[in-house]
């Protein structure tokens, strides 16, 4: 199975800073790359698809991007509404796999 | 509007069987493949098994593979999970998600909770 890789596990940051969440694939695995947020009590909501295309109603202040085996998701100014858990997910096999997650905190 | 509602969900002794089921509204249900997903208290989140648009093509985890058996009934819109053989491992809050290699999951149930223990 496609191992994905995500760093850090967990970070600390303010209300309109910027954040990049890193995620890597134990292969190529093309542009099969989507994000999703999870907050505690609730289903995850997809954020970006394909690695870099935006799910609709999606704020932009989100963006993803890369290929192959590195990827990106960044915030470009944290809002309070922020503050969850992200997952990156490949589905590029027919096994699909997540990553670890990224908790998103509050400094 | 497009609903996932899971059920089935209960808690159950170690080696015993419990069936799952998602019924899904408001798409044309044979053109999606249908996915479950499940999380385990307090970790992320863990693909288990698909199963594709017509019932042809199913794929599971190896940590379920003989355990676990999906289906899918086209004509009542419902995807079944089959867990046999539990372990305290299986529990977690088991998820069925609308799938697509595209595009990702753009729709979630709420979740069916499985506890296995003694």
């Known amino acids: 199975d496609i191992q994905m890789t995500q760093s850090p596990s967990s970070l600390s940051a303010s209300v309109g800073d910027r954040v990049t969440i890193t995620c890597r694939a134990s292969q190529s695995i093309s542009n099969y790359l989507n994000w999703y947020q999870q907050k505690p009590g609730k289903a995850p909501k997809v954020l970006i698809y394909a690695a870099s295309s935006l799910q609709s109603g999606v704020p932009s202040r989100f963006s993803g991007g890369g290929s192959g085996t590195h990827f990106t998701l960044t915030i470009s100014s944290l809002q309070p509404e922020d503050f969850a858990t992200y997952y990156c997910q490949q589905s590029f096999s027919t096994v699909w796999t997540f990553g670890q997650g990224t908790k998103v905190e509050i400094e | 509007q497009v609903q996932l509602v899971e059920s089935g969900g209960g808690v159950v002794q170690p080696g015993r069987s419990l069936r799952l089921s998602c019924a899904a509204s408001g798409f044309t249900f044979s053109s999606y493949a249908i996915h479950w997903v499940r999380q385990a208290p307090g970790k992320g989140l863990e693909w288990v098994a698909m199963?594709?648009?017509?019932?042809?093509?199913?794929f599971y985890t190896d940590a379920v593979k003989g355990r676990f058996s999906i289906s899918r009934d086209n004509s009542k819109n419902t995807v079944d999970l089959q867990l046999n053989s539990l372990r305290a491992e299986d529990t977690a809050l088991y998820y069925c998600a609308r799938a697509h290699f595209l595009t990702g999951y753009d729709y979630w149930g709420q979740g069916t909770l499985v506890t296995v223990s003694s």
């Open positions: 199963i594709s648009y017509d019932g042809s093509n199913k």
